[in-house]
Each structure stands twice: as C-alpha cells, then as structure tokens.
C-alpha cells in the first residue's frame, strides 16, 4: 500500500531563513508520481511540482527548490529566504497505480508558520 | 480564470438532512476527483470519474454517499442523512492526465 509521511507538523522561521519540509512515501510500483501542494490560509490546494520516478533531478524554482533521492524514498522540499506570504500548509502527494491512475495519496501536511 | 469551481462555499445542515454539492471543472479535463479533508490531516480520496465514467470509489464513501458526472462535464457529490461525522472540507479537482488542479472546496458543517 501506498503510504506518505511527513512528520514534521509545523516548523515556525522568522522572514529570510530558509525552509526544508521533509518528505518520505512508501510505495510497491516502480512507476509513480510525487507533487507537493501548497495550502494557504484561503484554503485553496495550490499546485507546486510533479516529479516522476525516473527522474531524479533536482529541480529549482524561484526560491523553491525539490530534492528528490529514490534511495531514501524522500522529495523534501526547500524554500529559500522564507516570506510571510510563504506561511500556508504544504502537502506532499503519491500517485502510483496501484489503484488507479491519478489518484492522490496525500501526507499529513507541515504548517509552516514565516513571522516578520 | 477558468478554474475548478465548486458550490456552495459553505453549508450548514442538520443531521438528517441530505446535501448535494456541485464541482464545474476545467473545461477540457476528462477526469474529475473528489476529496475530503478534515481538519489537520491531507485530502483523502473519495471517488473518480473518466468522463462520465465513476471507475473507483473509496471505502470512505458509505451507500449514503452518491456521486453522479452526468455529461462527463460537472459533477455533483449527495451526502444523504447526514451525520456530525461528515463535517469536513469536500474538494474537487480535475486533470487531463497530469497534475490535479483543485477547486476551493464546499465547507459543509452538520450541527
């Protein structure tokens, strides 16, 4: 079965220091997708990335940068010079077909919390 | 903005009562997800439709709970005699294949 953890429940930094959100799935498909989502206080599931398992690049976006490592089965997510407007809960997913196609299995999700 | 819509934003019911809930995806996305999340925890999935086509259900989704996708296009999601356990953030989300985009959820609280 399908599993995704993040442990960390909230993580509070003052503006400009940087974030990292840990991440671990669990999954029996060599096939499979991982995303992150941002969750603001307006409730909305932002789309942040989508990574598949047969890449393991790291990817950087603006201040947000995905560390994706197969051998840990981790895609823990950095966000550089943290801003207020950063504050939200993030959520780590897995999609693999297991199931079905597409569908998300989420984590918990990590409340970062960016005070000035 | 074309995005995923949902109505209402909020319901307050009464247990008992029935609701229906309405998801309007992206235009040409054929496949449609709904989700439920409460509070503290990730979204958890509910139910999936390829066109008009309801291909899985989550055990979570008791025979009190019926979701139809008429003409591949919206969807509707019926709680029928609801109970203070369905309380929750009910999320809509469509995708052509890719990554999900989310609506902003119907807030439905049973008192």
């Known amino acids: 079965a399908q599993k995704v953890t993040q442990a960390q429940t909230e993580i509070s930094v003052v503006e400009k220091e940087d974030v990292t959100l840990d991440c671990v799935y669990e999954t029996r498909d060599t096939t499979y997708y991982l995303f992150w989502y941002k969750q603001p206080p307006s409730g909305e599931l932002v789309f942040l990335i989508r990574r598949n398992s047969f890449d393991e690049q790291n990817e950087i976006s603006g201040r947000y940068s995905w560390n994706f490592q197969k051998s840990t089965s981790s895609f823990n997510f950095t966000i550089t010079a943290s801003q207020v407007v950063d504050s939200a809960v993030y959520f780590c997913?897995?999609?693999?077909?297991?199931?079905?196609?597409?569908?998300?299995?989420f984590g918990a999700g990590t409340q970062v919390v960016v005070t000035p | 903005d074309t995005g995923v819509s949902q109505d209402p934003r909020h319901k307050i019911t009464k247990r008992g009562q029935n609701v229906t809930f309405r998801c309007d995806p992206i235009s040409e996305h054929n496949r449609l997800y709904w989700y439920r999340q409460t509070l503290g925890q990730g979204p958890e999935f509910l139910t999936y439709f390829q066109n008009e086509a309801q291909l899985e259900k989550s055990r979570l989704l008791s025979d009190r709970f019926s979701a139809e996708r008429p003409k591949g296009s919206f969807s509707t999601l019926e709680i029928q005699r609801t109970e203070q356990g369905d309380s929750a953030m009910y999320l809509c989300?469509?995708?052509?294949?890719?990554?999900?985009?989310f609506g902003p959820g119907t807030r439905l609280t049973v008192t």
């Open positions: 997913a897995l999609s693999d077909l297991t199931d079905s196609w597409g569908k998300l299995q």
């Open positions: 989300a469509s995708t052509l294949g890719g990554e999900q985009y």
